[in-house]
């Protein structure tokens, strides 16, 4: 990764395999850096004491990011049969960033005019586990700032489901998720 325009980057451990909570801080050599805990630890650039079962876990994670990214990058043909199946039904369904540098795993879909909530709920009453919005404001009630930004109104947001996949996600189960959509829909 190259990381010559970036004074300092951090990457969460859960998004690469590890655990949650634990993380990797990148910073530029000689950048100015004060604690807001005194302690010892990292040449005395925080306070507290190491997670280390977090540390080693996100450790192993890193090693394997490698073969986690090719696992992940075959799954960008799954979800493009997944979003060509279900946006043929002509039922206005449309996929948010298409055409744009994405997620291989991940498909974010519209439906427009439909409350996604109640799909949301419908979907997990049938065995599926999906977003209403990002991960990291799954549970909330209101609609996601993202797809606001994107230059969606507020009736559109609220229309919007986010499914992840897997590496080990099977056609059939990709297949078995369209049909329900579809019969919800």
Known sequence: MDLSGCDAAVFSGHKVGGPRGAALLWMRPGLPWEALMDGPQERRRRGGTEDLPAILGLAAAVRHLTERQS?????????????????????????????????????????????????????????????????????????????????????????????SMLPDVQTSEVEALAAAIKRLT
Not at 111 to 139: I, K, P, W
């Open 71 to 163: 696992m992940n990058a075959s799954l960008a043909t799954v979800r493009d049969a997944f979003e060509t199946e279900v946006t043929s039904w002509d039922r206005d369904i449309e996929v948010i960033g298409l055409g744009s540098p994405r997620l291989p795993n991940t498909s974010c879909l519209l439906f427009r005019g439909r409350n996604g909530e109640a799909l949301h709920a419908a979907l997990d009453l049938a065995g599926f586990a999906v977003s209403t919005g990002s991960a990291c404001h799954s549970g909330a009630v209101k609609p996601s700032h993202a797809i606001m930004t994107l230059g969606y109104g507020l009736d559109d947001a609220r229309s919007v489901l986010r499914f």
